[in-house]
């Protein structure tokens, strides 16, 4: 591991422990447990086995043979830039580039498929901005990583990107209550990505932006009222075993009913719940390696369009998106 790997790698660190105590002292939504639902799952299979296993695909499979077949990093289009140039360069223009991706996998059917998962969590934290499609992220960071690498940036500018990347991800969707006041103009935080992830009509089209929240108040989908969301993630039943996650994304099948109606899909099902039950039975301190139930405190769905619809529902066209929404003045 490179000087700068370890350096990234420590600033990671620290700030998910900076976080994770910030949303203990001062939350944004009050009584979300520490292993909420999905802990795990968000944790061990994206975060940590699903990061590994792209970034190998990503990285070996497509971005080097593209530069060993073209050659584009030998013409060195940024080395002589210092390096923080390089890396504010890359850092602004992926930014918008996500923005607009984002923004249009709100508005397709097809696309939203590839991104429903990441708004599936009842209960966002530090941690559920890592719940994401796989080919979402091989989309992503192929396109962000790729000019990195083809124009011959130096090569610490990776690690660092990669860690603005994971540092700011990390917060926008914490669960902290924080006022930014005239800085939520520029620069993105939890109180607009929070609202987000509501499940809420009115803001489904709306704060796309990843870092910069200027975009949204120059493009028109910015969205900040005086009050909080009454309900997060999605209005229609969604797995929550990560390969059901995927398979999902392609064939729309009742979780539940797939299980009543498949002995294999129930045995499946039912392996992880049977073994962490029988752990749990002889040590009850790890008991909330479960993942503690989410506490709603809406019972009703806040309606809010989905592209992607519910079983049985046809999805809404895109040219339902609203071209502006309301924005409420900012607490000053």
Same mark, same amino acid.
């Given at each position: 591991?490179?000087?700068?790997?370890?350096?990234?790698?420590?600033?990671?660190?620290?700030?998910?422990?900076?976080?994770?105590?910030?949303?203990?002292?001062?939350?944004?939504?009050?009584?979300?447990?520490?292993?909420?639902?999905?802990?795990?799952?968000?944790?061990?299979?994206?975060?940590?086995?699903?990061? /590994?296993?792209?970034?190998?695909?990503?990285?070996?499979?497509?971005?080097?043979?593209?530069?060993?077949?073209?050659?584009?990093?030998?013409?060195?289009?940024?080395?002589?830039?210092?390096?923080?140039?390089?890396?504010?360069?890359?850092?602004?223009?992926?930014?918008? /580039?996500?923005?607009?991706?984002?923004?249009?996998?709100?508005?397709?059917?097809?696309?939203?498929?590839?991104?429903?998962?990441?708004?599936?969590?009842?209960?966002?934290?530090?941690?559920?901005?890592?719940?994401?499609?796989?080919?979402?992220?091989?989309?992503?960071?192929?396109?962000?990583?790729?000019?990195?690498?083809?124009?011959?940036?130096?090569?610490?500018?990776?690690?660092?990107?990669?860690?603005?990347?994971?540092?700011?991800?990390?917060?926008?969707?914490?669960?902290?209550?924080?006022?930014?006041?005239?800085?939520?103009?520029?620069?993105?935080?939890?109180?607009?990505?929070?609202?987000?992830?509501?499940?809420?009509?009115?803001?489904? /089209?709306?704060?796309?932006?990843?870092?910069?929240?200027?975009?949204?108040?120059?493009?028109?989908?910015?969205?900040?009222?005086?009050?909080?969301?009454?309900?997060?993630?999605?209005?229609?039943?969604?797995?929550?075993?990560?390969?059901?996650?995927?398979?999902?994304?392609?064939?729309?099948?009742?979780?539940?009913?797939?299980?009543?109606?498949?002995?294999?899909?129930?045995? /499946?099902?039912?392996?992880?719940?049977?073994?962490?039950?029988?752990?749990?039975?002889?040590?009850?301190?790890?008991?909330?390696?479960?993942?503690?139930?989410?506490?709603?405190?809406?019972?009703?769905?806040?309606?809010?369009?989905?592209?992607?619809?519910?079983?049985?529902?046809?999805?809404?066209?895109?040219?339902?998106?609203?071209?502006?929404?309301?924005?409420?003045?900012?607490?000053?």
């Amino acid at each position: 591991m490179q000087p700068v790997e370890i350096i990234t790698t420590a600033i990671l660190l620290s700030w998910v422990a900076v976080v994770i105590l910030l949303e203990r002292a001062i939350p944004y939504r009050k009584g979300l447990p520490f292993f909420r639902e999905g802990f795990w799952t968000d944790l061990v299979l994206y975060t940590l086995v699903q990061s /590994y296993a792209l970034k190998i695909i990503i990285f070996d499979c497509l971005i080097l043979p593209l530069d060993q077949h073209f050659g584009f990093s030998k013409l060195h289009f940024v080395t002589g830039w210092p390096i923080w140039a390089q890396v504010l360069f890359f850092v602004v223009t992926h930014d918008f /580039y996500i923005y607009w991706f984002h923004r249009f996998q709100h508005s397709s059917p097809l696309f939203w498929r590839t991104h429903e998962a990441h708004h599936s969590g009842k209960q966002v934290d530090w941690l559920a901005g890592s719940r994401s499609h796989a080919l979402e992220i091989i989309i992503n960071q192929t396109i962000e990583f790729a000019p990195i690498i083809l124009l011959g940036a130096d090569p610490a500018v990776v690690p660092i990107k990669a860690c603005i990347d994971a540092v700011w991800g990390i917060w926008i969707h914490a669960n902290v209550n924080v006022k930014s006041g005239r800085l939520q103009y520029f620069f993105n935080g939890p109180e607009m990505h929070l609202w987000h992830h509501a499940d809420h009509e009115e803001v489904f /089209y709306a704060n796309f932006s990843t870092k910069f929240a200027f975009w949204d108040w120059l493009f028109g989908t910015a969205y900040l009222p005086g009050h909080k969301p009454l309900k997060w993630g999605l209005p229609y039943a969604f797995p929550k075993d990560y390969f059901a996650q995927h398979v999902f994304s392609v064939a729309r099948f009742d979780e539940d009913g797939l299980a009543h109606r498949s002995a294999w899909y129930r045995a /499946y099902r039912g392996l992880r719940l049977r073994l962490l039950a029988g752990l749990t039975a002889r040590v009850p301190a790890l008991r909330p390696l479960h993942g503690w139930p989410v506490p709603e405190t809406h019972t009703g769905t806040v309606p809010a369009q989905r592209p992607g619809g519910n079983f049985g529902t046809s999805p809404a066209p895109a040219a339902a998106a609203p071209a502006l929404l309301p924005t409420a003045a900012l607490p000053r």
